[in-house]
């Protein structure tokens, strides 16, 4: 399958790294959004299970990876920022997958940019509402007292290492996985491979969502939303599955419950998930 990559200058002179993968055309391409804020992109596995589909985008946001990038971070600028991509490629709207934070930016660009969204599929997320006490709950019953003593400690440091860095990340989101063992390594893995983190950039956007929380445009997103939508959650997400299910009644729409699967499905439940992102990009969903 084919891939190809290139660098699309915004209007505030930022350039922003993409990767698309397959070739077929003739519906709109699948638009992939990951998550952080502050990470590069990771959801290369993903797109790999519906290339052959259509074509797939994704790209590193502002700040991140190959998407080197110095200022003030805005939820605008980032939807800005997908639309100018949207241009750069030439597509006059997208299926919208967005995991995480991916899930939120997908939605506000929704608000933003309704008729140039031809489907979306919220992947673990957006959380909205009262479920940031759950999942803190959830984390510390997943963890040892002397990680979560570890933990407080890394964080309190003014500078880290490159190897504290690491076992901050590590310790930060083997608790995303329903697995703790498998949880542990996948963690350490991607915490040497998803750097540098731009912490600058999460608590700017981290910020200006407390500051304009999704959750006051649930009405008006409703009435912006595509034909197809979507949303998907691991049972065993830290974060609590009963947010996605009151975000799914508020929006009305579908929720794919992903059993025995964390925050990212696609590696405890491979199988299951591709069903349903094929499934949905061939517009069944």
């Known amino acids: 399958m084919t ?3 290139g660098v699309a200058p915004m209007t505030d002179a930022a350039r922003i790294h993409w990767t698309a993968l397959g070739e077929r055309t003739g519906q709109p391409p699948v638009v992939l959004l990951h998550g ?13 299970t519906v290339a052959d589909l259509a074509p797939v985008y994704r790209y590193d946001q502002r700040g991140t990876g190959r998407s080197p990038w110095y200022g003030r971070h805005t939820l605008a600028r980032h939807v800005a920022d997908l639309t100018e991509l949207l241009d750069a490629w030439g597509a006059a709207s997208a299926v919208l997958i967005g995991h995480s934070y991916g899930a939120d930016l997908a939605s506000r660009f929704c608000l933003a940019h309704p008729d140039r ?4 599929l919220l ?4 959380f909205v509402g009262d479920w940031r006490a759950g999942d803190r709950a959830a984390r510390d019953r997943r963890m040892s007292a002397a990680q979560q003593s570890r933990l407080r400690a890394l964080l309190g ?6 190897d504290q860095e690491v076992e901050l990340l590590t310790l930060s989101w083997f608790t995303d996985h329903a697995d ?6 996948w963690a350490a893995q991607d915490a040497r491979q998803r750097r540098p983190v731009n912490w600058v950039m999460n608590r700017e956007l ?9 959750d006051q445009h649930l009405d008006a ?11 998907l959650g691991g049972t065993e997400d830290p974060r609590p599955l009963s947010a996605l299910e009151a975000l799914a009644l508020r929006l009305d729409v579908p929720l794919t419950r992903v059993d025995g699967a964390g925050h990212e499905p696609w590696l405890e439940r491979p199988e299951a998930v591709r069903e349903v992102l094929r499934g949905f990009v061939r517009g069944r969903g």
């Open 221 to 231: 997103l409703r009435r912006c939303l595509p034909a197809r939508v979507e949303i």
């Open 36 to 48: 952080g804020p502050g990470l590069p992109d990771y959801l290369g596995p993903v797109a790999a």
């Open 123 to 126: 992947l673990c997320g957006p």
């Open 206 to 214: 981290g910020g200006a969502g407390r500051a304009d929380p999704l």
């Open 3 to 5: 891939e190809k990559q």
């Open 117 to 120: 969204v031809a489907g979306m």
């Open 180 to 185: 703790p063992e498998r949880g542990w390594h």
């Open 157 to 162: 440091l003014a500078r880290r290492t490159e």
